[in-house]
């Protein structure tokens, strides 16, 4: 078994910057693609980073491109995620998924999930 815990999020003033952390506990990992995901109240969950296990791919969502950046550090085992220029519909709930293979835009594919972080921006 997997567990994930997010950490970082807050309220943050537009402009500002947060980095959300994800550390992978459990079973032993190799391998695993990591993802963030976000659902604001009223919508669906969505897509916005992901990484493979080199961390040698990474992909965004045309909302957050340019302005977050996500990394990983594998003897840690965790998965950041670099928030700048943040606007007020950057708020949402960040989630962390993980799954052993490659990446994927579609949080199907994801075993497993940590609880979420709130993230707020406030104008």
């Known amino acids: 078994q997997v567990q994930l815990v997010e950490s970082g999020g807050g309220l943050v003033q537009v402009g500002g910057s947060l980095r959300l952390s994800c550390a992978a506990s459990?079973?032993?990992?190799?391998?695993?693609?990591m993802a963030w995901f976000r659902q604001a109240p009223g919508n669906e969950r969505e897509f916005v980073a992901a990484?493979?296990?080199?961390?040698?791919?990474?992909f965004y969502a045309d909302s957050v491109k340019g302005r977050f950046t996500i990394s990983r550090d594998n003897i840690k085992n965790t998965v950041y995620l670099q928030m700048n220029s943040l606007k007020p519909e950057d708020t949402a709930v960040y989630y962390c998924a993980l799954r052993y293979g490659g990446t994927s835009y579609s949080d199907r594919p994801y075993d497993y999930w940590g609880q979420g972080t709130q993230v707020t921006v406030s104008s």
């Open positions: 459990g079973r032993t990992f190799t391998s695993y693609a």
């Open positions: 990484i493979s296990w080199s961390g040698g791919s990474t």
